[in-house]
């Protein structure tokens, strides 16, 4: 069983809808949780990152980290065809005091005009 | 404030050759970390530089290895290529060790045929 699985898609939604992108992890050391976004032949995007259980907002895009359930989630609100990129879960384990971005494989998402 | 800048973008190499790849973090960053992108194995961690000294590794052969000089920029050299090194490589720059933080470069596309 890999440490991050996420489901890769693709996922096709019409332009205005809420979509919503999981992962699931097995190591219950990770404490602080990322999603990247990443546009073809392009690097990985920071989006936002969350430390322990709990919600975050930025803008159209919302994190939930349920740490006893090993899941998480990114809800993007009224999307737009921009929006349309490879979505990437990350967590870190900084057992130790050392920590790397372990990633999920990415999910595509396509928002349709 | 420039990103991260990767050279080359794009290498063609034989099997059997080496190459070497090239990352300069944005300005005030002391750590650089390289991961390797393929479609089957999603983003995969290589090793981490923090102040001059490798502080984390990943599960790759030897045959990789890495350095990082005195203002930061990171070389990362793959030795005795194989057809199974074809990725993106990417390099992602953070202000501490292990920075939640962390910002990818465009990546290098290496193929190696």
């Known amino acids: 069983q890999k440490e991050v699985e996420q489901d890769p898609g693709p996922l096709s939604v019409p332009e205005g809808a809420i979509v919503s992108l999981n992962c699931t992890y097995s190591?219950?050391?990770?404490?602080?949780f990322m999603w990247y976004r990443q546009y073809s032949r392009k690097g990985p995007e920071l989006l936002m990152y969350t430390y322990s259980s709990g919600n975050k907002e930025d803008g159209r895009f919302t994190a939930q980290v349920d740490k006893s359930s090993k899941y998480i989630s990114l809800f993007i609100r009224d999307s737009q065809p921009s929006d349309s990129a490879t979505y990437l879960c990350a967590m870190i384990n900084y057992g130790g005091s050392q920590g790397n971005l372990i990633f999920g494989k990415g999910t595509k998402l396509s928002v349709k005009p | 404030k420039a990103g991260v800048t990767q050279t080359p973008r794009y290498l063609i190499k034989t099997r059997g050759q080496q190459v070497t790849l090239s990352c300069s973090p944005i300005s005030g960053h002391r750590s650089v970390s390289w991961y390797q992108q393929t479609p089957g194995q999603g983003l995969q961690f290589l090793f981490e530089?923090?102040?001059?000294?490798?502080?984390n590794k990943g599960n790759f052969p030897g045959r990789f290895s890495g350095r990082q000089f005195s203002n930061s920029r990171s070389e990362m050299n793959v030795s005795t290529l194989e057809l199974g090194d074809s990725a993106l490589y990417l390099c992602?720059?953070?202000?501490?060790?292990?920075?939640?933080?962390?910002?990818f470069g465009q990546g290098t596309r290496l193929t190696v045929v």
């Open positions: 530089y923090f102040s001059e000294t490798q502080r």
């Open positions: 992602a720059s953070s202000l501490r060790q292990g920075g939640t933080e962390a910002f």
């Open positions: 190591n219950s050391a990770f404490q602080y």
